[in-house]
């Protein structure tokens, strides 16, 4: 991202995504709600690269599908580009969506095997009326295979001709064919060999180049977010817990989530691997039908403290320049004034099934945002 581009293109505020847990064989009550993205606020710059990163359920895809309006936000403003797009409804809601796209983590069962290539590329093309000149759709679409480093002759094939690794790279050309501004990547090369991902990567920073795209990529892997963003946000039961440059993360991370996270990572000198700092987590994430009162991570938190913590959210607040956290301590932390201690793990009790009906795939797939 150029460093004088500070225009945001996508702003969320309060975005919270509460999934009824539903009961009865006659009459369907509602009994309880999964609150998997649960005040979010965020904003993200024109050409940036904003990396999400949590635990597995921690509600990262809910809330990149919630930004393109794939989950109904149950509060909360979702602007882009100055429109908010929660509010939008039939053909603005679908013009919105085309300069929204996403890329899956799973591109074999994001794109439909029946389709070839062409006919995947050509579908977006279509719904928006982007291809109404033949010569011009055809020279487009040899632009694109071009773009994502695929021969011309893979228009004819489908996806189970592919790599993985080749899989992904239609599902980049797919959603970059409606001429997107910003693209939601939801884990976009963990599905891949290790050995791919590194292209694939590259290919995603040398499209935002060219194209000026703004990304936000969500992540399990803090290698591959500390390479590609510029911003990071760290997510923790449905919130932002953290979020600085990418830089500042790793060389200064303050919220205690971040610095076990950190601490998980293993360092390939055995020496710097044997003296550092390893903060263990006592417990598992608690449900998010039931989120623990006060700080969420007040139950897994080695730096906890008597008062506040289990008694009073905390809000993401400014701590140094562009680095917020939502921590009562983190002042305290920071300049070693408490101390990490033993964590005894506290019984969070699930209220119902997380999944109720087995829940959607991870994956999602492409037709839903046509
Ligand atoms: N449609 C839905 N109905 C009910 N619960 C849902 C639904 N979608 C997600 N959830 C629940 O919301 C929570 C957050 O899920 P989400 O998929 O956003 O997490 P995640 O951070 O993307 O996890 P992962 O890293 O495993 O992909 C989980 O508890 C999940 O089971
Ligand atoms: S507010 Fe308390 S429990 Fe939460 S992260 Fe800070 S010290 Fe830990
Ligand atoms: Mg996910």
């Not at 100055?82 to 069962?109: C, H, N, W, Y």
């Not at 794109?111 to 995947?120: G, H, K, T, W």
């Amino acid at each position: 991202m150029t460093e004088s581009n500070t225009e945001v293109l996508l702003e969320v505020t309060d975005l919270k995504v509460h999934f009824p847990i539903k009961r009865g064989i006659v009459i369907d009550r509602t009994v309880g709600h999964v609150y998997a993205v649960d005040g979010v606020d965020l904003a993200i710059r024109r050409g940036e690269t904003y990396g999400l990163v949590g635990e597995s359920g921690c509600g990262k895809s809910t809330l990149g599908r919630a930004i393109l309006r794939l989950n109904e936000p149950t509060a909360g403003k979702v602007v882009f580009d100055g429109t908010d797009v929660a509010k939008l409804k039939g053909e603005k809601l679908r013009k919105a969506r085309r300069r929204m796209q996403m890329i899956f983590q799973d591109p074999m069962s994001s794109l439909d095997p029946r389709q070839s290539v062409e006919s995947i590329l050509l579908e977006g093309m279509h719904a928006h009326g982007l291809d109404q000149d033949k010569a011009a759709t055809d020279a487009r679409l040899r632009e694109l295979l071009g773009a994502v480093g695929l021969p011309e002759t893979s228009l004819r094939k489908y996806p189970h001709e592919f790599s993985g690794g080749q899989r992904q790279r239609i599902g980049i050309a797919r959603a970059l064919a409606v001429e997107p501004d910003l693209i939601v990547a939801d884990e976009p090369v963990s599905a891949l060999d290790v050995s791919v991902q590194a292209q694939v990567v590259n290919l995603l920073e040398d499209l935002q180049d060219e194209l000026g795209l703004t990304y936000l990529v969500i992540a399990h892997d803090l290698a591959v977010v500390r390479h590609i963003s510029d911003r990071i946000g760290v997510m923790y039961l449905g919130a932002l817990v953290e979020e600085t440059t990418a830089a500042e993360l790793y060389e200064n991370p303050l919220h205690p989530y971040t610095r076990a996270l950190l601490s998980a990572i293993p360092v390939p000198d055995p020496v710097v691997e044997d003296s550092r700092e390893q903060i263990l987590l006592a417990g598992d994430l608690p449900s998010p039908a039931n989120p623990p009162t006060g700080c969420r991570f007040h139950t897994r938190c080695p730096w906890r403290q008597a008062s506040l913590c289990d008694s009073d959210r905390p809000q993401l607040r400014e701590i140094g320049e562009g680095h917020r956290v939502a921590c009562h301590y983190a002042e305290d932390i920071r300049d070693g004034r408490i101390t990490p201690h033993e964590v005894e793990p506290e019984l969070v009790e699930l209220t119902g099934a997380l999944n109720p009906g087995g829940g959607p795939p991870d994956v999602g797939s492409v037709t839903e945002i046509l």
